[in-house]
């Protein structure tokens, strides 16, 4: 089984425009994700739609290509990339251009969901802990997901699911294990193609979650899991506390 791992680097983010060049401790955040991302992936690849991150990425000696400026998601990015790039890769890993404090074993863990050849995609999930507290359950920029016996995504939403029904919310992550969703996927290549062809899903207008129109129509979302917490950055301010990080992981 051979992977390649393509990371979509948008520069016009709402809130936090040009962020894959924002400064992290001297070096762009698009490559403290790349440098991530390689010790887990031979074949590492950033695929977005500005000439600025384009050259930066391979001013540090990384690869990218140039994508369309019109695709309505990461995954429609993805797709064009693996195309240009060259199809001969069975699997198709999906990592967040904003995300430098991506833990190569989770990587790992996403790819041996390949180990079993029924896998169609995959994404990790961690559970949330008691000392997280309620008011994290409760985040609806945390999604959350319910999972079946085979290890596969029944259901992702922003609400909390399921309901524990006679219980104080307080006592909930007493009662049940709940997992979050990490947003890293991987797909087969035949199946990427397949999916990014989809109408969007009623599903996934309702939630603004992406991976319930694949639910949607059928596919299979094999689950990894992971304890190690990840940290996206979204806005400015995320970027302060990541350069805080940062500073205590040196």
């Known amino acids: 089984m051979n992977f390649i791992a393509i990371i979509p680097a948008r520069y016009a983010s709402t809130r936090f425009p040009g962020k894959p060049l924002a400064d992290m401790g001297g070096k762009p955040m698009i490559q403290r994700v790349y440098e991530q ?16 991150i384009f050259e930066t990425v391979e001013t540090f000696g990384g690869k990218a290509i140039m994508t369309s400026e019109k695709h309505r998601s990461g995954t429609d990015r993805i797709f064009e990339a693996y195309e240009k790039i060259g199809n001969n890769y069975d699997v198709v890993i999906n990592v967040q251009g904003d995300e430098p404090f991506i833990q190569p074993k989770q990587i790992e863990t996403l790819m041996k969901c390949f180990d079993n050849e029924d896998t169609q995609l995959a994404t990790l999930v961690k559970p949330f802990l008691k000392e997280d507290g309620f008011e994290t359950l409760f985040n609806p920029n945390s999604p959350k997901v319910v999972i ?28 049940h294990t709940f997992y979050k969703h990490i947003g890293m996927y991987a797909y087969r290549g035949d199946i990427l193609k397949e999916i990014t062809k989809l109408p969007q899903s009623s599903l996934e207008k309702a939630e603004s979650l992406e991976q319930l129109r694949w639910i949607e129509n059928g596919y299979k979302i094999k689950v990894g899991y992971t304890d190690t917490e990840t940290f996206g950055i979204d806005t400015p301010e995320d970027m302060e506390k990541a350069l805080k990080e940062l500073k205590s992981l040196n």
């Open 37 to 52: 991302v390689q010790k887990a992936v031979t074949e590492v690849w950033v695929a977005t739609d500005n000439v600025f």
């Open 148 to 175: 079946n016996k085979n290890n596969e995504a029944i259901y992702f939403s922003r609400s909390i699911i399921p309901y524990i029904r006679d219980v104080h919310h307080t006592e909930w992550l007493d009662k």
